[in-house]
């Protein structure tokens, strides 16, 4: 029927190819607006933002844009490692990572090695390759330096890949709690049988917020009495763990944000009660943003007996399939997701129990 009158269909394409660009038309119109290219403040110009290089993830991992401009990839977990030593846990984190096939496109690595350190920090390969390490500064404890580290990660992680959605700082003493898809179901609130659509959600940026502490006054007063004011007045002043998991919303803030980046990037006077890198970012999201923040943070820490400031530090002894699940337990709505600080030693018997406790859900 169709091969022996071809002609009523003629007109049908005709009009079909001519309304197209009209189409078109209405689409770009009608649809949202591709967000403004994100500019970053001065104080990040000097940031060499690294290329990606052909050796991660250089398969196109998403389909291509539709005609309509809409895609159709995945959100992934950019993880921002900060260290200032080897990333003595790679092989776990190795595991974690690779642990299933379905989640080798969920994910991106990003590290932060201090580049003024004695001992020369090694690339582990694996998934931690060289076009992995963004261009570093020296960093030093207690000290803005920290700050700044985060928000260059953050800005590589923003800058390289748009499916970045949300954004979790690591550092080298820190291990997974669980694995990999389960952090990803627990972020995204999918539960395990929901793997194709993510619900449209407002997500909510895991960071600790504390506003009574009994050091607050004096870390406040860290750089001169009222130095901080008018921008963060005392009863604003918040502190939490350096450790965060922040929404790209909150993430593309933080980037944006100076207005209390140059009070908190002053010198502390006192460096033993300043640790401006637990204040800086609990502070700006509690005054922009509160109801965008859970108020506590996915990375669980034992301040039981602290020395200088140190959290436990946990050694081979203590290792147990018992401890890794009182770590996880948590007050709040999701369970501890990472855990620190753990001796470098302590990699063989988390090895040894990685696939048996800690990515066993
Ligand atoms: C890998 O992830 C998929 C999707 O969540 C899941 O169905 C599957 O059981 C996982 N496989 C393993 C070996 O954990
Ligand atoms: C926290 O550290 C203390 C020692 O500083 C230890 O006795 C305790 O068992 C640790 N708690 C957990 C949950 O590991």
Redesign the pocket.
């Known amino acids: 029927m169709i091969s022996s009158s071809p002609s009523p269909w003629l007109p049908t394409l005709l009009l079909l190819t001519l309304s197209l660009p009209i189409l078109f038309f209405f689409a770009s119109h009608i649809l949202p607006p591709p967000p403004p290219p994100i500019s970053l403040p001065d104080e990040l110009d000097d940031l060499t933002l690294f290329r990606r290089a052909s050796t991660v993830d250089s398969q196109p991992t998403h389909k291509p844009k539709s005609r309509l401009g809409s895609t159709n990839r995945k959100p992934k977990i950019a993880f921002l490692f900060l260290t200032n030593t080897n990333l003595q846990f790679a092989p776990l984190w190795e595991k974690f990572f690779n642990g299933n096939q379905s989640s080798l496109n969920l994910f991106n690595i990003y590290v932060h090695a201090d580049p003024t350190v004695k001992t020369k920090i090694e690339i582990p390969g694996g998934v931690f390759t060289k076009d992995r390490f963004i261009a570093g500064k020296a960093t030093h404890r207690g000290t803005a330096s920290l700050i700044a580290a985060a928000r260059r990660l953050i800005a590589n992680a923003i800058l390289d890949d748009p499916s970045n959605q949300f954004f979790t700082l690591i550092s080298q003493h820190c291990i997974p709690l669980h694995s990999f898809r389960y952090l990803y179901n627990t972020l995204f609130e999918l539960n395990t049988h929901q793997v194709a659509e993510l619900r449209g959600l407002k997500y909510k940026s895991f960071i600790e917020i504390i506003d009574q502490d009994p050091n607050l006054w004096d870390r406040y007063n860290a750089r001169g009495k009222n130095v901080m004011v008018p921008e963060v007045k005392f009863d604003e002043f918040r502190v939490g763990s350096q450790f965060f998991t922040l929404t790209r919303r909150h993430a593309i803030m933080v980037l944006k944000e100076r207005k209390l980046w140059k009070k908190f990037r002053l010198p502390c006077l006192r460096p033993q009660s300043c640790y401006p890198e637990e204040h800086y970012f609990s502070t700006f999201l509690s005054m922009v943003d509160l109801d965008g923040c859970t108020g506590y943070t996915l990375t669980r820490v ?1 301040w ?2 602290s020395v200088n400031g140190h959290p ?1 530090t946990y050694y081979p002894n203590e290792l147990s399939s018992e ?1 890794i699940y ?2 996880r337990k948590s007050d709040f709505v999701q369970p501890y997701m990472f855990a620190r600080k753990f001796s470098p030693d302590c990699l063989d018997p988390l090895m040894e129990m990685a696939d048996k406790v800690i990515f066993r859900d």
């Open positions: 034992n039981t007996d436990h401890l009182n770590l």
